[in-house]
């Protein structure tokens, strides 16, 4: 099992953002966990045409940015609640949680 995961990451490894950024490159050099998920799960949006503004975390998108423990992704989640302000996260109870690319419709904004 473990030898298809690795061959699974190689190869998401060498998908890229635009131009040659690739998934290994942002595990490299971008040291925030939260900013890899976003930048990864941005480019699995831009993928589909049209380009998507929700996407389903998966196992997939969790490896792709390099977060590998529950207890990283949670504290990523409530980092994309608390600080950063186009996307929120729809936790869904049992599923996978779901990352949106716009404003937080139940969020009171000061107007």
Same mark, same amino acid.
């Given at each position: /099992? *473990?030898?298809?995961?690795?061959?699974?990451?190689?190869? @998401?490894?060498?998908?890229f953002?635009?131009?040659?950024? *690739?998934?290994?490159? =942002?595990k $490299?050099? =971008?040291?925030?966990?939260t900013?890899?998920?976003i930048?990864?799960?941005?480019?699995f /949006?831009? /993928?589909?045409?049209?380009?998507k503004?929700?996407?389903?975390? *998966?196992?997939? !998108?969790?490896?792709s940015?390099?977060?590998?423990?529950?207890? $990283?992704? *949670?504290?990523?989640?409530?980092? =994309?609640?608390?600080?950063?302000?186009?996307?929120?996260?729809e936790?869904?109870?049992? @599923?996978?949680?779901?990352?949106?690319?716009?404003?937080?419709?139940?969020k009171?904004?000061? !107007?």
């Open positions: /099992m *473990s030898d298809r995961r690795d061959v699974q990451r190689a190869k @998401r490894d060498k998908l953002l635009k131009g040659p950024v *690739s998934f290994g490159w =942002i $490299q050099n =971008i040291p925030d966990p900013a890899r998920l930048l990864v799960a941005r480019a /949006m831009n /993928m589909s045409y049209p380009a503004t929700s996407l389903a975390l *998966s196992l997939k !998108e969790w490896d940015a390099g977060i590998n423990n529950s207890d $990283q992704r *949670s504290r990523v989640l409530k980092n =994309i609640d608390k600080d950063v302000k186009d996307y929120w996260v936790r869904r109870p049992g @599923r996978t949680s779901v990352l949106h690319h716009s404003l937080n419709p139940n009171k904004t000061l !107007e």
